[in-house]
C-alpha cells in the first residue's frame, strides 16, 4: 500500500521544499493544498480517515506547513479535533520550518552543555516562531529564559505566549541600540540570534567579552550574519572558548530531522508532531548507541 502524504499549506502556493523532503523522507505520493482555512480542515481530513481501512491508516499522514505558523497552529489544532479512535492518522506541524529549525538549534545546545537548568539563555529576536519555540524548549529544559526585541510590546507578547503554550516562566527585555545588549548578556551561559535575517545582532567584541558564554547559535544565514565571528558552518567550532553553530551548522541536522520524522508519521496512526514531539525525535536521533 502505497505512504499517501497529505500536505495542507496556508501559503498560496504549497511549499516545494517541504513536497520535495517529503518524497526523499519515503512518501509515494504528495497530495497538496495551498491557501488551506481552518473552514477547509475537516472535508480533507476525512477524505484521508474514510478511504482506509483502521489497520492501513498508518499508510496515510498529514503534514501542516505554510509561511505563517500561527495559521498553522490552528489548522493542526482544526485536524485533530476532527479527528476520533480508530480513525485517526499522524500528523506534523512545521510552518516555515519554525519547529524543526528551533528543535535541531536546541538539541545542539543541550549536546554542548547536557544539563541546562539553571543556566541563563538569551534568545536575540526571540519574537519570531522559532525564536519563540527555542525559548519554550529551553525553558523546559529548565534554563532561565530571557527572549529579547527591539520593541517591547512584541517582546511582552511573545513571552505570554511562550509562558502559555509551553507552560513555562520566561523573562523578556527589550533594547534600543546594541550597546544595551550586554546587560542582558551578562551572566548568559547561551545566546541564541533568531533575528531578521540580514541583520548583525551582537558585534565579536561584545560577545567575546562575557566568560560565563558557552554556546553561541546564529540562525541567520544572510550576510551580514547575526553573531559576528560565527561561520554558516559552524557546527560546534570553538571560537574564544565558545562554542558556536551557525545556520548551516544547525540546518543539516535540521534536514535530517526533518525527514526522519515524516518517515515515522507512516509508522502508526496516531502521531501528533509538534515542537516537544519533534524535540523527542531529535534526542533520539543523537542519543549514543548502545
Known amino acids: 500500500m502505497r505512504k499517501l502524504l497529505l500536505q495542507l499549506d496556508s501559503s498560496r502556493l504549497p511549499s516545494v521544499f517541504d513536497q520535495v523532503v517529503a518524497y526523499d523522507a519515503g512518501a509515494d505520493v504528495v497530495m497538496s493544498y495551498g491557501g488551506v482555512a481552518e473552514a477547509d480542515v475537516r472535508d480533507l481530513i ?28 490552528q489548522l493542526l489544532a482544526v485536524a485533530v479535533d476532527v479527528m476520533f479512535p480508530p480513525f485517526r492518522v499522524s500528523i506534523m506541524l512545521d510552518s516555515n520550518g ?15 552543555l547536557g544539563d541546562l537548568k539553571g543556566k541563563k539563555a538569551v534568545v536575540l529576536g526571540g519574537t519570531g516562531p522559532v525564536g519563540q ?5 529551553l525553558a523546559k529544559d ?32 527589550t533594547y534600543a541600540d546594541a550597546s544595551q545588549l550586554a546587560q542582558i548578556l551578562d551572566g548568559a551561559t547561551i545566546m541564541l540570534n533568531a533575528g531578521a535575517a540580514g ?23 544572510v550576510p551580514p550574519l547575526g553573531l559576528e565571528g560565527v561561520e554558516l558552518n559552524d557546527a560546534g567550532v570553538v571560537r574564544d572558548g565558545v562554542t558556536t553553530f551557525g545556520a548551516f551548522g544547525v540546518g543539516n541536522f535540521k534536514t535530517k530531522l526533518h525527514k526522519e520524522c515524516i518517515g515515522r ?12 514531539a519533534i524535540a523527542d525525535v531529535a534526542r533520539e536521533l543523537v542519543a549514543p548507541k548502545s
Open 98 to 112: 519554525s519547529n524543526t529549525t528551533a528543535v535541531a538549534a536546541v538539541v545542539k545546545i543541550e549536546q554542548t
Open 199 to 221: 541583520i548583525q545582532m551582537v558585534a565579536k567584541a561584545a560577545w567575546t567579552k562575557h566568560k560565563t558564554l558557552k554556546v553561541a547559535v546564529d540562525l541567520n544565514a
Open 142 to 173: 529548565g534554563a532561565l529564559v530571557t527572549l529579547s526585541s527591539r520593541r517591547a510590546e512584541q517582546a511582552e507578547k511573545a513571552r505570554q505566549f511562550v509562558n502559555a503554550r509551553f507552560n513555562v516562566r520566561i523573562d523578556c527585555a
Open 133 to 137: 519555540r527555542v525559548a519554550g524548549l
Open 46 to 73: 476525512y477524505g484521508c480517515l474514510f478511504t482506509r481501512g483502521p489497520k492501513d491508516l498508518h499508510n496515510t499522514a498529514v503534514w501542516i506547513g505554510g509561511s505563517n505558523m500561527a495559521a498553522g497552529e
Open 265 to 276: 508519521l507512516f509508522t502508526r496512526n496516531d502521531l501528533v508532531l509538534d515542537a516537544e
